[in-house]
């Protein structure tokens, strides 16, 4: 059963519908209005989904919902079809669906139409991808990403973590929401006693120092922890500093700023290779709300004595959240809770998302509950925001199964690590085009920079894959081994694979005759192939593939999306005929989009594209 979409009466007028958010939000919007022609006594929110079949490219599966809360209410629906057959009929009659048919107890397959999904193309084509972007239901989020640690080592988890974070910040960006980018560097804590204390010892002309001349802050801290552990003398000295630092001491201020200099140097450096904008706000910022925050919650009688120190019990949890410590220091906990009130009531974001390594998770699992015990949170089942949610990851493994590391020292530089990558997909490529006898239409610029473009890719990408957000959940999260061999092949779902789909569109491109731009604006896409329909529809399907990626915090979702569509395009361009072919204008231009796509995606996952390989 058949039932065109248009030409049904009485129906309010379609909503504007070029550019009013993701395709799937479109339908949806239809299907409400649907809904409420066809049950006004139901309040129904639509299902929209995308159709697995080959029955339409929508579904939108309310019916059979709607059948068990309407059935003995003496409706004068018979079954739950009836009910799939009357939300076809009233979806409005507009430009977008072709057709709807119901199949089964009442699924109704939303076929859209060729020349809509075509004007769609054309409509970003002429107006930039922006006209893309989904719409979110937040306006503001605080993304807390990369956060290394003053002094300790910088290991490959804060890698991974500003390579997701910064990619979670581009997509919410693409979509409109404002994105305070938070390094919540570790830079308060009892550690800096110690390391006060050294400098002072090792080096009595600290002040004049430049940032360069301690040296390596990773060794630095490892001897002073061996002077801490073996000398109680200056174990005494280095908690006496604790003591003068945290009271405002201006000296101790001092060799503590110029600490925290030299690792915020080195931490720069990292983040100008991967192009990652950050905004520090440490641990230490949030030290002076922190007896405000706690005062409150003991107000709320939430704060507890035990054994010396003071705590929260948090129900399921088997040991309270410390948030003073027997000594009468503060410590993580206490800090995320001020960082977190700050963040709700001062920064006023909708939405706080943490990325860490998931051995934090219980952490987090923690003091998200003890905040939602303070009122701070909304229970999720009556408001979705504020809300909190963190972000984790397996640890980077070697291939011998540990931690993993570059050449054998005992820290993982991370500089090392891109370089080795880049420097390895430079000896790639020299080899290929060579084999080619291409050698000789490169400059050595071209080649340094496709090769970091090549190299860099393929570390961010290999970072996104593992992240499972939903398996977290069941504690299932797997360890990633880290492979230099898989991460730089050009076959399968890699960063070097997508590379190579990307610079053969950009060829085929070169290789016509025509004017791209001039055809943006005179051509016209006709998708009369049914591989150029699949291919025009999945292109479309980039807003909700973006709206989904930041809804459930998944840039994996991005990189699967690209890796079809490159399948897809290449199932295009090996069925239809581009270059010289009749259809030469509007084929190009299909390939111009795609081109446009997957530079965007490239853009959201910190990639940059390579236009020739
Ligand atoms: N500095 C911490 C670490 O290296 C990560 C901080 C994450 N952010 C936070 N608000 N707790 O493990």
Not at 7 to 31: D, H
Not at 76 to 100: H, T, Y
Request: glycine share 8%; aromatic share 10%.
């Amino acid at each position: 059963t058949s039932t065109s979409a248009s030409g049904s009466a009485q129906e309010p007028a379609a909503p504007a519908m070029q550019g009013a958010g993701s395709v799937k939000q479109q339908i949806s919007n239809l299907a409400a209005l649907s809904l409420r022609a066809t049950v006004p006594e139901v309040d129904v929110e639509p299902i929209v989904e995308v159709c697995t079949g080959k029955f339409g490219d929508y579904q939108c599966n309310n019916a059979m919902g709607l059948w068990s809360k309407v059935k003995g209410s003496g409706t004068s629906f018979k079954n739950p079809n009836a009910i799939g057959q009357a939300i076809a009929k009233n979806l409005p009659a507009c430009d977008v669906i072709e057709s709807a048919s119901v199949a089964g107890p009442g699924f109704v397959n939303i076929v859209l139409s060729k020349s809509w999904v075509a004007k769609r193309i054309q409509d970003m084509l002429v107006n930039g991808i922006k006209t893309w972007a989904p719409i979110l239901p937040v306006k503001r989020v605080v993304l807390d990403f990369s956060s290394p640690n003053i002094a300790k080592e910088m290991h490959v988890g804060h890698l991974r973590s500003t390579i997701i974070g910064d990619t979670l910040a581009r997509m919410f960006e693409f979509s409109n929401v404002e994105v305070l980018r938070r390094n919540h560097v570790g830079d308060w804590g009892t550690q800096f006693g110690m390391l006060i204390e050294f400098l002072f010892e090792k080096f009595p002309n600290w002040e004049e120092l430049g940032s360069q001349a301690i040296g390596d802050l990773q060794v630095f801290y490892k001897a002073s922890k061996q002077r801490f552990d073996e000398d109680a003398e200056f174990k005494d000295r280095a908690q006496q500093a604790v003591v003068r630092l945290q009271g405002g001491e201006e000296k101790y201020r001092a060799a503590w700023k110029k600490i925290c200099e030299i690792s915020r140097n080195e931490f720069d450096q990292v983040y100008k290779l991967l192009d990652v904008q950050l905004e520090e706000k440490g641990e230490s910022f949030y030290n002076p709300y922190i007896p405000q925050v706690l005062e409150k919650l003991s107000s709320q009688g939430l704060i507890e004595e035990s054994e010396g120190a003071r705590v929260l019990f948090i129900q399921g949890h088997q040991i309270p959240l410390i948030v003073v410590k027997r000594d009468g220091g503060f410590n993580y906990a206490s800090t995320d809770l001020a960082a977190l009130w700050y963040r709700l009531n001062v920064e006023k974001a909708e939405w706080i998302i943490y990325v860490t390594d998931v051995g934090q998770q219980q952490h987090f699992d923690m003091f998200f509950k003890a905040a939602r015990m303070a009122g701070w949170l909304p229970d999720p089942k009556e408001k979705k925001f504020p809300k909190t949610s963190h972000v984790g990851f397996g640890l980077v493994l070697g291939a011998d199964g540990k931690r993993f590391r570059t050449r054998s020292t005992e820290v993982v530089r991370l500089g090392d690590l891109l370089d080795e990558a880049k420097s390895r997909s430079k000896s790639e490529l020299l080899q290929r085009l060579t084999e080619n006898g291409k050698i000789v239409d490169w400059t050595d610029e071209e080649l340094e920079q496709t090769s970091k473009a090549v190299g860099y890719g393929a570390v961010n990408h290999v970072f996104y894959l593992q992240c499972r957000y939903a398996d977290l959940k069941n504690n299932r999260l797997t360890n990633y081994t880290f492979s230099f061999d898989q991460m730089l092949s050009d076959k399968g779902n890699t960063a070097v694979y997508l590379q190579y789909a990307h610079a053969r569109i950009c060829s085929i491109i070169r290789k016509s005759n025509m004017d791209v731009e001039e055809l943006k604006v005179s051509g016209n896409i006709s998708l009369a192939h049914p591989d150029e329909r699949v291919l025009g529809l999945y292109l479309i399907r980039y807003a909700e593939i973006v709206e989904e990626a930041c809804t459930n915090l998944l840039p994996s979702v991005l990189c699967e999306y690209l890796y079809n569509l490159s399948e897809m395009f290449t199932r295009f361009y090996t069925n239809c005929q581009v270059v010289g072919s009749p259809e030469e204008p509007s084929r190009l231009l299909l390939c111009e989009a795609t081109g446009v796509v997957m530079r965007q995606c490239f853009q959201l996952l910190g990639i940059t594209p390579v236009y020739m390989l």
